[in-house]
């Protein structure tokens, strides 16, 4: 399949800025593996016609393996370098040294380091030797970017982005890669062949695949969208079968905590707290929190602060929609074989509503933009109460969006993934009015509330719908682009 580079506007801004500064540059760029980190960067090469040299870690590899690819890639670039050895990373960088001399200088050259994580392994004295060819030699030049990249955004952050040693505060860019929104992978599975996918079936892949570029890219559009998700996630020879456990231990050392973890968050939709998480795993605190620190700075995890919660307890929640894919429908006992029947029975009908949750609290942006409130500082959570006898009520709130600018306004958003215009029943109606009362007398009526119906289709009118008189948002408002 050819792919269209499409997306990615900020990311190559920020490239592009870099490459007109009148001095080199320090990227780091990070994101979890198959999100489009190399193809972005060798887009906006060939885009600004800029030479490069491009070197990629392999995982697993020792490290005279991987000096001898690096110094291979040297001499493809210039067979003058062919005979050139070196026994360390001192002795290879200074080959690359030797090399950049022979440039054009008056033109901007790209050192792109890929998967670094992978390249620096233990007692590999890599590091001291990259912060020393920046520091003395590429700084002191014009011409040179030097980008390093890798999947593992826990070890960029801490070795890389917030280095205590020589590479401290060095830095001129940093990078994140995050998955594409709706709209973002519209247009990607758009420019591959998908023009005739509705932007309802794409929520449905997106429901499954997340907004992942390679995932994404495995699309076959001469099919239906069940038929694709068939053929990536239920072949025997699928692209995604095994990505699972593949796509944690190639991020994290020690992963099966990293496993555990999302395999238990991945069930439990408004998330957990550390304490929890720990007892679930029968692991300490301690190794649960810096397991989690390293989830959430990969885009795996969020954290979030308990709405009205005097404690401040943290709220972990899976953000991966690949991984509530796998974990309901690709793996134990509720395993499927056929995606074309599970697509579309009454089990699939209940999951899709708490993936269709997941979803909107993922495109908060397009939420606030379709109420007009894009200019007002807000939090969102999951918001329930558990009634502690028989004379209370309990209530849970699939969204809520606290406006932070003292107005005490906060809107009560329902989600509904139906595939018609949702109808306010009498029943919802009192279901829907009991839930705003519980809100109302549990937080001592301080809140001014409202509420809104986020439905694919919108929601029809009668007499329920004029009583509750709720802000609709629909399917093609969650599409709209972000800035």
């Keep these: 399949m050819t792919v269209n580079f499409v997306a990615r506007e900020n ?94 200088e008056e033109q901007k050259f790209v050192v792109f380091i890929d998967e670094l994580p992978w390249l620096d392994t233990r007692k590999s004295g890599l590091m001291p030797e990259l912060a020393d060819f920046w ?11 030097l980008i390093v990249c890798g999947s593992a955004a826990s070890y960029m952050l801490k070795e890389v982005i917030s280095n205590k040693g020589s590479l401290h505060g060095r830095l001129t860019h ?31 892949i997106y429901m499954a695949l997340g907004g992942v570029a390679k995932y994404l890219q495995s699309v076959d559009c001469s099919l ?30 020690k992963a099966q905590i990293h496993l555990s973890i999302m395999n238990i968050l991945s069930q439990r939709w ?5 304490v929890s998480i720990a007892s679930l795993t029968d692991s300490s605190e301690t190794i649960v929190h810096r397991a989690l620190s390293e989830l959430v700075a990969s885009g795996f995890v969020s954290e979030s602060e308990k709405f009205g919660n005097k404690k401040k307890d943290k709220l972990y929640a899976a953000t ?45 942006y397009q939420i606030k933009k379709a109420l007009g409130i894009n200019g007002v500082p807000t939090t969102s959570h999951y918001w329930s109460y558990n009634a502690k006898d028989k004379s209370e009520k309990g209530a849970q709130i699939d969204l809520l969006l606290y406006h932070d600018n003292n107005s005490r306004n906060v809107d009560i958003i329902e989600c509904k993934y139906y595939d018609s215009p949702f109808t306010i029943t009498k029943e919802y109606k009192e279901k829907l009015n009991s839930k705003r009362q ?10 001014n509330t409202r509420v809104v119906i986020v439905s694919p289709y919108g929601v029809k009118t009668n007499e329920h719908y004029n009583e509750i008189s709720p802000n609709v948002i629909t399917l093609k408002d969650l599409f709209e682009p972000e800035p």
């Design 11 to 104: 990311e190559l801004e920020k490239l592009e800025k870099a490459a007109s500064l009148p001095k080199s540059s320090f990227i780091a760029k990070y994101g979890r593996r198959r999100i489009g980190k190399t193809e972005t960067i060798l887009h906006f090469c060939h885009k600004n016609n800029l030479p490069h040299l491009e070197f990629t870690g392999k995982f697993g590899e020792s490290r005279a393996s991987q000096i001898k690819s690096f110094l291979r890639q040297i001499s493809k670039k210039d067979p003058a370098f062919k005979t050139r050895k070196a026994s360390d990373w001192l002795d290879a960088f200074s080959v690359l040294e030797d090399f950049l001399d022979s440039v054009d």
């Design 320 to 364: 991966d929609f690949f991984s509530y894919f796998y974990n309901r429908w690709m793996s134990g006992s509720k395993k499927v074989t056929n995606w074309e029947i599970s697509a579309s029975s009454h089990d699939f009908s209940i999951w899709s509503g708490y993936a269709f949750e997941k979803l909107c609290h993922s495109h908060i």
């Design 135 to 145: 520091n003395k030699y590429a700084s002191r030049k014009a011409n040179i970017i």
């Design 270 to 274: 408004s998330g957990l707290t550390a």
């Design 224 to 253: 239906t969208p069940s038929q694709a998700i068939q053929e990536i996630c239920f072949k025997q020879d699928g692209l995604l079968v095994d990505e699972y456990n593949e796509l944690y231990t190639s991020l994290f050392n």
């Design 174 to 204: 940093k990078i994140p890669m995050r998955q594409f929104n709706l709209h973002d992978t519209q247009r990607f599975l758009s420019s591959n062949g998908c023009k005739h996918y509705s932007i309802k079936s794409i929520t449905d």
């Design 438 to 447: 519980v809100f109302n007398e549990t937080t001592n009526n301080r809140y």
